[in-house]
């Protein structure tokens, strides 16, 4: 049974620390301070997400690739790197640390050219990890960027991942197929924070 087309987006991000955080933009020393931070909560059990010594070096391989893809089917990014949603909510997500916070947004709401769809995360979706030592599973609608107002036809014909609730453990060794990934190449959803 497919589920519905959720009709909002929603960020994740932990108390304490301001929405719409994005790595990317550190250089290698301001990541290391912070990767040693996020390792250091992950060892106390306050986190439970990953972030290996070479995180940074693929999380700006598959934004490049994210961008020049959504940049080709017709997409205008007003930055360099999104911000990040799940189409609809992710209890998976949403128990990855403790006392996350949300900001939700209407799906409606999102503009249409700073807006885009992987299935699953980008991470996944881009199939960059193999390059990392990461499984890739290939998947029809693996390294595709979908436009808004393509989303209806795409969870149709892919549908939408299914979780596996609060598995943790060596998540990053698995395949990785959890929640469709909403990214909004823009500030102008800045104004949506709590």
């Not at 598959?62 to 893809?69: N, Y």
């Not at 006392?99 to 960059?128: K, R, W, Y």
């Not at 939408?160 to 990785?176: D, I, K, M, V």
């Amino acid at each position: 049974m497919s589920r519905a087309l959720p009709d909002y987006v929603t960020h994740y991000y932990v108390a304490g620390r301001p929405p719409f955080l994005n790595v990317s933009g550190l250089t290698d020393p301001e990541w290391e301070v912070i990767r040693q931070d996020l390792e250091a909560e992950r060892n106390a059990g306050r986190s439970s997400r990953v972030f290996g010594r070479r995180y940074l070096e693929l999380r700006r391989a598959t934004e490049v690739k994210l961008r020049d893809q959504f940049v080709a089917v017709g997409g205008k990014p007003e930055r360099h790197t999104p911000h990040y949603f799940v189409l609809g909510s992710s209890a998976w997500f949403q128990g990855l640390a403790h006392e996350m916070h949300e900001v939700v947004v209407p799906l409606a709401s999102l503009p249409e050219d700073v807006s885009s769809m992987t299935i699953p995360d980008s991470m996944t979706s881009m199939g960059l990890g193999c390059d990392f030592g990461l499984p890739v599973e290939n998947r029809p609608h693996h390294g595709r960027v979908f436009r808004l107002s393509e989303i209806s036809e795409a969870v149709e014909e892919f549908g939408l991942p299914e979780e596996e609730p609060g598995n943790y453990a060596g998540y990053q060794h698995r395949s990785f197929e959890i929640y469709a990934e909403i990214q909004v190449w823009s500030d102008a959803i800045l104004d949506y924070q709590v």
